[in-house]
């Protein structure tokens, strides 16, 4: 893992007084999918705040392809072509689906070709097109999440839990979904769901009360029952 | 949100070591009480019992109004209102019953009771939406308590306000300790008379409402409001219910800001907007919890007592600085002593960028870690 | 309510039909169709000045969850400035021609609006920007401020009323048959509403607007799509209190005497409105503006010791009906 897109090292978070995030290391390596797993509380969506800017590191450094984002503004990483669907999804409610994607699209125009691929991918986009997207599902927010971080080419998506609380029917089909994506970009994806995160990922971190515990490829995990005793039960011991 | 890392974040009470600084505030805080205990000997003019008693009256205000904003971060702008409810409720009694005890009992109770009805309806109604709501629509309130009590004259006195008699027992006239030629006899040269009866009596009912606001600080619900203060969900989370918590702190500074509204009436002997109700009283309280250092009780002693000698002395100060310059252009203008709330402001503003702790809160070291 | 009394409430326009249900009642309990007539062009003027002072307020607490206690600086300085302008202004304002006549008026609502813009930019970078994020010291702060801008106004204009001379044209009122309605109060009227129908249009036809909605509902998820949510908000500073600031020139023109008291009243009416009609939108603050403005005229008429304390009574029930106001963009 020489050429990494993003590293993390010995990263320290701090939220208000609590200290959240004790010295993350961490390589995500261009193109796949690659998943950090953990349970509740042990730090996942803080790593992914901190690395999307939304709260700061008090120590140690985040680079995005070689360059130092540890202290940028928020757009301005999203600038550099990161994009970030939240765990509560971050659609705006009182807006429509068009103007929710239209937000995301480079100056407001929509490039027509990879519209009718994202129509392709999650056809409910273009069936909503124009409702309020408060009145959208569960899974058709999510979709539309995904959908608003790919409408403009983007080097690394980051995804906290886009399986929580949806129909099992749903997932399979975000698992398509989700390799589709994964051909033209790289999804550092924060996960519970085993099952979905094993059909995804590539290479797989374990995060523990703010440390990563093991990090390796997602098939020595999956073939390795005796790791997954020891780090699956950190991890799904919450649900 | 991580609950493994987090230790105890009520911690603060084990700390046994007792730093310097914060000797040195409780050593200023008790030469103060002593100051104030022995005022009428130390300063006989009446000008300076006037600032004795008012600084008496406002700590307990003050400190009051330090439970909500410091300790529990609730901010109200309606403390005036109660602290006017109190002394309404007094002075209309002594105005209309006449001056005796009763009428204090009977006017100061009245006057605790609407204040502790309107703080549960307020306190059940906005504090469970955001603060900055609370904040407005205490504000509001405050306004509209502020004309009504314009508009209804004929009970309230209006702008003018009331001047009222108090129980003879309180008066100069009254002697207490008499000599053989049936005089007041003097102790250390200050006549035994109604007159120090009536300061003692401020004094020591102040002195009362001050330590039993020390004790509720000290108690479990001061630790729990605490808590609420620092991370709301958490103490939410944890199962404290937040908005009874709030709304019971909110009646007690209610109540407690009402009693030394009837204090305050009692020592005046006159009750009106500009003493009780007004907005310049709701900022000189303001002043007075941030210079002190929100979240001490012995700040709120120490900004009584900045404010009102600044108050007090400083005007005449900049009176005659505005004299002494009153040929250079905008100088005068600026020293004028009506521009005395300007110069306020600015502290204030500035005070709360660079020492939100105050003074007691920066030598008692809780700045630290904010 | 039950439910489907409810869902008729809301085909009908739901909270919408308050104002309406408020005018039907005042209408019974006045009794004469003329002086209600007048009454309710009054609360309408009324209500569209508050709305302009009040939709500023609140969609600056909708964007970027701050809540300037000094709001009302802008309101009392715009009234100021605009008194300054009439009286400056001369025979353009009491002579017979109408074009200087209007000419005069604008010039006035103008400088009292840039004024209202520059001096929002300079207290947005030195009074908020240092206390975003920090309830408590934001309400500390911008109340300081409110202090040493009232003690400003009081040190350039001093204490004394001040007289604001109206244009010619606008005096006197419109008679038709026994009613009769102030020129002034159907002037405000159309004004405030322009406003309203510009502000609604640029919300819901530009990117900009697109941008402040967004923004409103989650300024994290803006950020996180790569706007600089800090840059839009000082521009919606800058135009909240303009607009405070052009609703105070037209609150003086309407009183026709200021006094320093003019900017701690109108701050209990902007708290009032934007309260009733909950934080972030202008929807609710014109719903909120309307409301206050009629009950104000309706109660000030029918018992007039309680016109102030009856929109806060209005305030009191709204809020146990509905905690976030009638029309909240942000709940919470």
């Known amino acids: 893992m020489s050429e990494s897109l993003l590293r993390l090292e010995g990263v320290h978070t701090d939220i208000a007084q609590y200290h959240i995030l004790h010295g993350i290391s961490l390589d995500v390596p261009a193109g796949g999918v690659h998943v950090l797993l953990g349970r509740n509380g042990a730090g996942k969506t803080t790593t992914l705040r901190t690395i999307m800017g939304l709260w700061r590191a008090r120590q140690g450094t985040i680079r995005f392809r070689g360059q130092d984002i540890t202290a940028m503004q928020t757009p301005d990483i999203a600038r550099l072509g990161v994009a970030f669907v939240p765990e509560n999804m971050g659609i705006f409610g009182g807006l429509t689906v068009e103007e929710n994607m239209r937000l995301a699209a480079h100056g407001g125009r929509f490039d027509s070709q990879r519209l009718r691929h994202i129509f392709e991918i999650f056809p409910a986009m273009e069936k909503f097109w124009h409702n309020q997207a408060s009145s959208l599902s569960g899974g058709q927010k999510q979709m539309l999440a995904i959908s608003r971080a790919i409408i403009e080419k983007r080097d690394l998506i980051l995804i906290d839990e886009p399986t929580k609380g949806l129909a099992p029917a749903i997932i399979r089909a975000m698992i398509e979904a989700f390799r589709e994506i994964a051909t033209e970009t790289t999804i550092l994806l924060v996960e519970q769901n085993f099952h979905f995160a094993s059909a995804l990922g590539q290479s797989v971190a374990v995060i523990d009360d703010g440390r990563i515990v093991h990090h390796g490829l997602m098939s020595d995990l999956v073939a390795d029952q005796a790791l997954q005793n020891r780090f699956l039960s950190l991890s799904m011991e919450a649900n | 949100m991580s609950t493994v890392t987090i230790s105890n974040p009520i911690t603060t009470t084990a700390q046994r070591r007792v730093p310097a600084g914060r000797l040195f505030v409780y050593a200023i805080v008790l030469a103060i009480g002593a100051v104030l205990m022995f005022a009428p000997f130390l300063f006989p003019d009446v000008r300076a019992q006037e600032v004795a008693a008012r600084i008496c009256v406002f700590i307990v205000l003050v400190a009051s109004y330090d439970l909500l904003i410091g300790y529990t971060g609730i901010v109200s702008f309606a403390h005036t209102m109660f602290f006017g409810l109190g002394a309404y409720g007094t002075a209309i009694a002594l105005k209309t019953m006449g001056p005796g005890f009763d009428a204090i009992l009977l006017g100061g109770s009245l006057g605790v009771l609407a204040s502790l009805v309107l703080a549960v309806l307020i306190g059940l109604l906005s504090l469970r939406v955001k603060a900055i709501f609370f904040a407005m629509i205490t504000l509001a309130a405050a306004s509209v308590m502020m004309v009504l009590a314009s508009q209804f004259f004929e009970y309230t006195g209006g702008e003018d306000g009331m001047t009222y008699t108090i129980p003879r027992f309180f008066s100069p006239a009254n002697t207490l300790i008499a000599d053989e030629n049936g005089k007041a006899i003097r102790i250390f040269g200050v006549a035994a008379n109604g007159r120090l009866a009536l300061y003692y009596f401020i004094f020591l009912s102040s002195l009362v409402l001050f330590l039993a606001m020390l004790r509720i600080v000290a108690s479990p619900l001061g630790t729990v409001l605490e808590a609420i203060r620092e991370n709301e969900m958490r103490a939410e989370a944890i199962g404290y219910r937040v908005v009874a918590y709030r709304t019971s702190i909110f009646c007690i500074g209610a109540v407690i800001a009402a009693l030394a509204g009837i204090l305050r009436a009692v020592w005046l002997r006159y009750t009106g907007p500009d003493v009780t109700l007004s907005f310049d009283i709701m900022i000189d309280l303001l002043l007075m919890v941030v210079i002190g250092g929100m979240g001490t009780m012995m700040g709120a002693v120490i900004g009584v007592v900045i404010m009102t000698l600044a108050q007090f002395y400083l005007k005449d100060l900049m009176a005659s600085g505005a004299a002494a310059t009153s040929n250079v252009p905008l100088l005068p203008d600026l020293l004028n002593p009506d521009r005395w709330l300007l110069w306020l402001g600015v502290l204030f503003i500035l005070l709360v960028y660079f020492f939100p702790a105050g003074i007691a809160g920066t030598l008692m070291g809780k700045g630290d870690h904010k | ?332």
């Open chain 3, 1 to 332: 309510m039950p439910k489907n009394l409810s869902s008729i409430f809301e085909r009908f326009g739901g909270v919408m039909l308050l104002p309406v249900a408020l005018g039907l009642i005042a209408f019974v309990l006045i009794g004469r169709p003329s002086t209600w007539i007048t009454l309710t062009a009054a609360g309408l003027a009324m209500g569209m000045m508050i709305f302009l002072m009040a939709s500023g307020l609140s969609l600056i607490f909708g964007l970027m969850d701050v809540l300037n206690f000094g709001h009302s600086a802008f309101v009392s300085f715009g009234a100021f400035i605009a008194a300054s302008v009439l009286a400056w202004s001369g025979v353009w304002v009491s002579g017979g021609n109408a074009g200087l006549n209007i000419l005069a008026l604008m010039s006035a609502i103008a400088a009292a609006t840039a004024f209202g813009a520059l001096a929002g930019w300079a207290f947005e970078r030195i009074i908020v920007k240092p206390v975003y994020k920090d309830h408590l010291r934001q309400i500390l702060i911008t109340m300081g401020a409110l202090i040493v801008a009232e003690e400003l106004i009081l040190m350039v204009w001093g204490g004394a009323p001040i007289p604001v001379p109206r244009p010619a044209v606008l005096t006197g009122s419109l008679v038709i048959g026994d009613v009769a309605i102030e020129v002034y109060r159907i002037f405000a009227f159309v004004l405030g509403l322009a406003v309203y129908i510009a502000m609604h249009l640029a919300l819901n036809r530009t990117r900009i607007g697109l941008l402040i909605r967004a923004g409103v509902e989650n300024r994290e998820m803006v950020e996180a799509l790569g706007f600089r949510v800090d840059r839009l908000f000082i521009a919606v500073f800058m135009a909240g209190s303009a607009l405070a600031a052009a609703g105070g020139a037209m609150w003086a023109g309407y009183q026709g005497l200021i006094t320093t008291a003019i900017g701690s009243e109108m701050m209990i009416m902007v708290f009032i409105v934007v309260i009733i009609g909950g934080l972030g939108s202008i929807e609710g603050s014109l719903l909120g503006a309307i409301l206050v403005g009629l009950m104000a005229n309706y109660v000030a008429f029918l018992f007039p010791k309680m016109s102030l304390a009856s929109n806060m009574i209005l305030m009191m029930a709204i809020l146990l009906w509905r905690p976030f106001g009638l029309k909240p963009a942000v709940k919470g």
